[in-house]
């Protein structure tokens, strides 16, 4: 089955850029979607196919994919950043897979 | 208002059967698959299940941990999703997530509030 792989934790000063990784197989051959939960609180989708984002989602946040690796990238981090953060793909035999999910702390 | 609302959650013993429901509006319901997605206490998300759209024949999927013992179905005339869950266990306990997938976009893009399902004796 399809693993993704997170960092546990990610800490940024407060406006400094923090990355978060999503690390599987060949992950650059999916399509890459990023969520963002905040404590109570449902996911939120921030980025979409690897480097799009929703409508009213600030343009601080980015995303790539390559190789193994699947980065989100959060510029001029604000406290109101804080928050787990979780990848997600579609694989055509485990289906639906999220990344463990990564603790972002704004220091 | 775009939304998703999630009601039936509650407590179960081991073995028995529960169903939670979600009720959408604001947004065309019926172009939409619709997934259940549960988060245990203070872990990670964890996608549970699938019912695809009229086009793709409203067919299911669903996730190797509940598969045999959970249900996906849909009423696209009442704008609903239904998760029947059966011989449930203690590790079923999380907080469900009723949540649509954006033709386009192929993610997420609508979540509910979700619903919090205790199985325990």
């Known amino acids: 089955s399809y693993g993704l792989t997170q960092p546990l934790s990610v800490s940024v000063a407060l406006g400094q850029t923090a990355s978060i990784t999503c690390e599987g197989h060949n992950i650059v051959g999916k399509f890459v979607h990023w969520y963002q939960q905040k404590p109570g609180q449902a996911p939120v989708l921030v980025i979409y196919?690897?480097?799009h984002r929703p409508s009213g989602i600030p343009e601080r946040f980015s995303g790539s994919n390559s190789g193994n690796t699947a980065t989100l990238t959060i510029s001029r981090a604000q406290a109101g950043d804080e928050a787990d953060y979780y990848c997600q793909v579609w694989d055509y035999s485990t289906y639906v897979v999220f990344g463990g999910g990564t603790k972002l702390t704004v220091l | 208002e775009v939304q998703l609302v999630e009601s039936g959650g509650g407590l179960a013993q081991p073995g028995g059967s529960l169903r939670v429901s979600c009720a959408a509006s604001g947004f065309t319901f019926s172009d939409h698959h619709m997934d259940w997605v549960r988060q245990a206490p203070g872990k990670g998300l964890e996608w549970v299940g699938r019912?695809?759209?009229?086009?793709?024949?409203?067919?299911?999927d669903y996730a190797a941990s509940v598969k045999g013992r959970f249900t996906i179905s849909r009423d696209d005339s009442k704008n609903s999703v239904i998760l029947q869950m059966n011989s449930l266990k203690t590790e079923d306990t999380a907080v469900y997530y009723c949540a649509a997938t954006s033709p386009s976009a192929g993610a997420f893009d609508i979540w509910g509030q979700g619903t919090t399902v205790t199985v325990s004796s």
């Open positions: 196919r690897d480097s």
């Open positions: 019912v695809r759209d009229k086009d793709n024949s409203y067919t299911t």
